[in-house]
């Protein structure tokens, strides 16, 4: 079946623009993440959803960052005035529901760079 | 979370099984143990996880020391495509719990 998809795969924007990152998680999954990799670094989880609600938002690294969920389905990963440090590869990953350990499934990633 | 510790980098020949060790010495009885793979500019896979047990399914086997303080990823055969960096995680159970800390992993390469 289909996996998790994200849109675009890469994304070049300037300075002090706003950006919208998507994910389509798998079809049926009530759990959605948003995490970062920055170039050399280790993954950073950023949010979680459990429906259309977020009950983790603690790893966003500035209120610059937002994100919503609609429908239970989609998501978008809003990036605010965007800053050279916010280039990464910004992954989404869906599981079938959450607190139990579940697997994540992820999607292939949008690669951001900032000029 | 219980911190893990893997080595940077191995390397292993093809068609050798490759081992991954990864210490959890802090893990508590309710942190199960995940490994993940992530192949070059891809997103991370999953393998296999388990709580106490060894477990096994088609990609590879873990093997949980009885005390649970460490555990090895076996992928049995190892080919070309397994080159990837290797994730170990700890993570508990429960509602509140749901994310994934990743450390820096281990960089295996395949050597034909």
């Known amino acids: 079946g289909a996996g998790v998809s994200q849109s675009p795969s890469n994304k070049v924007t300037e300075k002090g623009k706003d950006v919208e990152l998507r994910c389509d998680p798998i079809?049926?999954?009530?759990?959605l993440y948003w995490y970062r990799q920055s170039l050399g670094q280790g993954l950073e989880f950023l949010i979680y959803f459990q429906g259309n609600s977020a009950p983790d938002k603690s790893g966003l690294p500035s209120d610059r960052f937002s994100a919503e969920r609609t429908g239970g389905s989609v998501s978008t990963l809003t990036i605010q005035r965007t800053q050279q440090e916010d280039s990464a590869v910004y992954l989404c990953a869906s599981s079938p529901r959450s607190g139990v350990p579940d697997t994540q499934y992820f999607g292939p990633g949008t690669r951001l760079t900032v000029l | 979370d219980a911190k893990t510790t893997q080595p940077p980098s191995m390397d292993c020949a093809e068609g050798r099984a490759a081992n991954l060790p990864c210490n959890h010495s802090?893990?508590?009885?309710?942190?199960?143990v995940y490994w993940y793979r992530q192949i070059h500019s891809q997103g991370p896979q999953y393998i296999i996880h388990g709580l106490k047990n060894n477990e096994t399914n088609e990609m590879a086997s873990l093997i949980i020391t009885e005390d649970r303080k460490s555990s090895t990823l076996i992928l049995p055969h190892a080919t070309l495509r397994d080159t990837a960096v290797y994730y170990c995680i700890v993570r508990p159970r429960g509602f509140g719990n749901e994310k994934l800390t990743f450390g820096t992993g281990t960089r295996l390469t395949i050597i034909p």
């Open positions: 802090t893990i508590s009885g309710n942190e199960y």
């Open positions: 079809s049926g999954h009530t759990a």
